[in-house]
């Protein structure tokens, strides 16, 4: 089947403007989260959702980044007032069930330039 | 903040040569995965390696585990010059905010030179 995709691949824009990045899960797949890696850095964990329950927005890095998922499909995450240091790639990844964390499956990511 | 520290940070190696990658992690965990990123972009899964467990192998790849010293390595067999990336190793537990979540490490950048 389909993995998880996300839309665009890429985006510049200028500071200060926003900016709305999609991922689109693996069908059936409960769980969902959205990490932030910059250059040469691991992952940042920004976001979980799962099922209807309450998302853990533990990872936001403030109040300038929110998500949000539509039931078990499409999320989306939305920067406000981009800043230089947003610039990174943003991945998403899904997971078939909510709790301990089997295997993830990533999608290829959103690379975002802030200029 | 970050709980799986990987090492090397970057690893050259001739093709057919095997490559070490090491791993270690501070705080208690369900599971130890290790994942591939080419060219910055989406991550892969190779392997899982429960915390019951000690070692496990998947055709070249061969995971150890040693919980009383956190730690864990990946080993390559016969690298090839496909197997350029980076290895990341990731946590998998409980964060305590209401969500398990995989921890990453910052990476090893794996080089194989034909």
């Known amino acids: 089947g389909a993995g998880v995709s996300q839309s665009p691949s890429n985006k510049v824009t200028e500071k200060g403007k926003d900016v709305e990045l999609r991922c689109d899960p693996i069908s059936g797949h409960t769980a969902l989260y959205w990490y932030r890696q910059r250059l040469g850095q691991g992952l940042e964990f920004l976001i979980y959702?799962?099922?209807?329950?309450?998302?853990?927005k533990s990872g936001l890095p403030s109040d300038r980044f929110s998500a949000e998922r539509t039931g078990e499909s499409v999320s989306t995450l939305t920067i406000q007032r981009t800043q230089q240091e947003d610039s990174a790639v943003y991945l998403c990844?899904?997971?078939?069930?909510?709790?301990?964390?089997?295997?993830?499956?990533f999608g290829p990511g959103t690379r975002l330039l802030v200029l | 903040s970050q709980q799986g520290e990987e090492d090397p940070q970057a690893l050259s190696i001739q093709e057919g040569e095997n490559a070490t990658m090491n791993c270690s992690y501070k705080?208690?965990?369900?599971?130890l995965q290790w994942y591939r990123q080419n060219s910055g972009r989406g991550l892969v899964h190779l392997i899982l390696i429960r915390s019951n467990e000690r070692e496990k192998h998947s055709g070249r790849l061969r995971v150890t585990l040693d919980t009383s010293k956190k730690s864990s390595s990946l080993l390559i067999t016969a690298s090839r010059a496909a197997d350029t990336a980076s290895y990341f190793c990731a946590t998998a537990g409980y964060s305590g905010a209401g969500s398990y979540q995989l921890t990453f490490g910052k990476g090893t950048k794996l080089s194989v030179i034909p």
């Open positions: 705080t208690s965990i369900n599971n």
């Open positions: 990844a899904s997971n078939r069930v909510a709790g301990v964390i089997e295997t993830q499956y």
């Open positions: 959702f799962q099922g209807n329950s309450a998302p853990d």
